[in-house]
T-cell receptor
């Protein structure tokens, strides 16, 4: 699976959009981009995933660049409960393959 | 969304005892489940892959005789930490993927915090 690079930490004001970047320049054509988050002392929570097209669900939007070498997770209106470590993971066929977690981005939403 | 549960959520035990942790997929079947552990201030590390009806596959450095995994049904996998020692104290997390055509998303349990005294 391709490696990913994320900033170690970010701050965001409550109510504002949080934009979390991820670089995955060695991504292969059949690899998806997944985003999970881990709130303190809990298991990771699935947020969203995509292959080529931008995706949106009730939690977030995922913007993938045309060359697929980077992506951005957008939380449109961050709340204090969005404070967590966010993991960007690139993988194919995650149903049968374990996920490789990097260090992630620690997002702190400020009141 | 798909729900994965773990039991217990936390456990304290004496050194030398065994502890069993259950991982259940509540509203879906999963042929494959994964077990991870997480030490303080570190990321999740894969311990083993659990397949229903067959032996688990362990990652390098994980002792299969110490961390016994049983995946007897499509909704339940168990991890038993045998002869636990203080260095086994950690946060143990399981994950599972629904057996659906094109199923490609893993869902994680809430984790089990183990403290060995």
């Amino acid at each position: 699976d391709a490696k990913t690079t994320q900033p170690t930490s970010m701050d965001c004001a409550e109510g504002r959009a949080a934009n979390l970047p991820c670089n995955h320049s060695t991504i292969s054509g059949n690899e998806y981009v997944y985003w999970y988050r881990q709130i303190h002392s809990q298991g990771p929570q699935y947020i969203i995933h995509g292959l080529k097209n931008n995706e949106t669900n009730e939690m977030a939007s995922l913007i993938i660049t045309e060359d697929r070498k980077s992506s951005t997770l957008i939380l449109p209106h961050a709340t204090l409960r969005d404070t967590a470590v966010y993991y960007c993971i690139v993988s194919r066929d995650t149903g049968r393959r374990a996920l490789t977690f990097g260090s992630g981005t620690r997002l702190q939403v400020q009141p | 969304g798909a729900v994965v549960s773990q039991h217990p959520s936390w456990v304290i035990c004496k050194s030398g005892t065994s502890v069993k942790i259950e991982c259940r997929s509540l509203d879906f079947q999963a042929t494959t489940m994964f077990w991870y552990r997480q030490f303080p201030k570190q990321s999740l590390m894969l311990m083993a892959t659990s397949n229903e009806g067959s032996k688990a596959t362990y990652e390098q450095g994980v002792e299969k005789d110490k961390f016994l995994i049983n995946h007897a049904s499509l909704t339940l996998s168990t991890l038993t930490v045998t002869s636990a020692h203080p260095e086994d104290s950690s946060f143990y997390i399981c994950s599972a993927t629904p057996n659906l055509a094109g199923g490609e998303t893993q869902y994680f349990g809430p984790g089990t915090r183990l403290l060995v005294l």
